[in-house]
């Protein structure tokens, strides 16, 4: 069984950043990664690293200002995000799975509850 706990979500001003935690626990050799979804629009692809940290992609949004690394020693993936816009606003998932399709697409095995990150203008 494989849990994930984000962390690090919140309030942050257009330019600004903000990193945020998935805590892994269980089975944890997965490829892992974001999506986000905003009310009323579709599942949006963030980042995904693979499982010892050595391939990442990106969704088209984050290309640039985003950074996905990993802790395989804390079982912990993180997500740099920098230069913040409203568009940005979303709750943000942790996914986990064996490869980066289904984890970017959001239809991943294991996913967390969620890190609301807002961004005012």
């Known amino acids: 069984q494989v849990q994930l706990v984000e962390s690090g979500g919140g309030s942050v001003q257009a330019g600004g950043s903000l990193r945020l935690s998935c805590a892994a626990s269980g089975y944890t050799a997965y490829y892992m990664g974001w999506f986000r979804q905003a009310p009323g629009k579709e599942r949006e692809a963030v980042a995904c690293?693979?499982?010892?940290?050595?391939?990442?992609e990106y969704g088209d949004s984050a290309k640039g200002r985003f950074t996905i690394s990993r802790d395989n020693a804390k079982n912990t993936v993180y997500l740099h995000m920098n230069s913040l816009k409203p568009d940005d606003t979303a709750m943000y998932y942790c996914?986990?799975?064996?490869?980066?399709?289904?984890?970017?697409?959001?239809?991943?095995?294991?996913r967390g509850q969620g890190t609301q990150v807002t961004v005012s203008s």
């Open positions: 996914a986990a799975d064996v490869g980066c399709r289904a984890v970017l697409a959001g239809a991943a095995n294991h």
């Open positions: 690293i693979s499982s010892r940290g050595g391939t990442s």
